[in-house]
């Protein structure tokens, strides 16, 4: 009985690059996310274009500054969030 294990070859420094096109595409999204939450969903979308954000940045994105941009939209989402809270006493909706 032969056994035998296949190896295949790697190119040197592949695993990085898809590394960094993964982080390339969650600054994006985070971009796209947080643009989108100030106008809908900004509860679930605005901790979301955050989270994204920071994780880009830290797996060393190309794209940092739509990262950052993503992020502060995100912030603002949830800004925006606060003030329709404040400015309606508590109520998003109202129901008369």
């Not at 595409?25 to 971009?31: C, E, L």
């Not at 947080?34 to 797996?59: D, W």
Request: glycine content about 16%; aromatic content about 4%.
């Amino acid at each position: 009985m032969d056994t035998t294990t296949t190896t295949t070859a790697v190119a040197p420094g592949a695993a990085e690059r898809v590394r960094v096109g993964e982080s390339d595409g969650m600054a994006v999204a985070s971009f796209v996310l947080g643009l989108i939450g100030l106008l809908l969903f900004n509860l679930v979308l605005g901790p979301l274009a955050l989270v994204l954000g920071g994780l880009s940045l830290a797996r060393g994105t190309g794209r940092r500054g739509r990262a950052l941009l993503g992020m502060a939209l995100g912030a603002a989402d949830l800004v925006v969030l606060a003030v329709a809270l404040i400015g309606g006493h508590g109520a998003i909706w109202q129901v008369s």
